[in-house]
Nanobody, 127 residues
Framework: QVHLEESGGGSVQAGGSLRLSCKADEYFLSTNCMAWFRQAPGKEREAVAAIYTAGTLTYYADAVKGRFAISQDNAENTVYLHMNSLKPEDSALYYC????????????????????WGQGTQVSVSS
């Protein structure tokens, strides 16, 4: 089991930026696909972005393409979510998730692809 800890959430105004971090424990190398999901009050959890940790493939939800970027630092066992041009509708609890399998282009956005989850970090964007 991979322990994941998110950080970097906060409150910003629309148009602002935040960088979320997801630090994994020593079993990080056993993961192959790391993803960010988010859940707003009253809504279902939705996928935001994913990265294949052994390569450079990345995946993004349409709602964040061109504004968000996912990256990794294997030396730090950390995956980042760089969020720019934030909108009020980006407000949510953001979760990090890890899979021991390679990201699948047709399923990276499905919760069942991921085995381990963090506790979440809150992002609030005001208009």
């Amino acid at each position: 089991q991979v322990h994941l800890e998110e950080s970097g959430g906060g409150s910003v105004q629309a148009g602002g930026s935040l960088r979320l971090s997801c630090k994994a424990d020593e079993y990080f190398l056993s993961t192959n696909c790391m993803a960010w999901f988010r859940q707003a009050p009253g809504k279902e959890r939705e996928a935001v972005a994913a990265i294949y940790t052994a390569g450079t493939l990345t995946y993004y939800a349409d709602a964040v393409k061109g504004r968000f970027a996912i990256s990794q630092d294997n030396a730090e066992n950390t995956v980042y979510l760089h969020m720019n041009s934030l909108k009020p509708e980006d407000s949510a609890l953001y979760y990090c998730a890890a899979s021991p399998l390679r990201c699948r282009s047709g399923a990276w956005y499905q919760e069942y692809e991921y085995k381990d989850w963090g506790q979440g970090t809150q992002v609030s964007v005001s208009s």
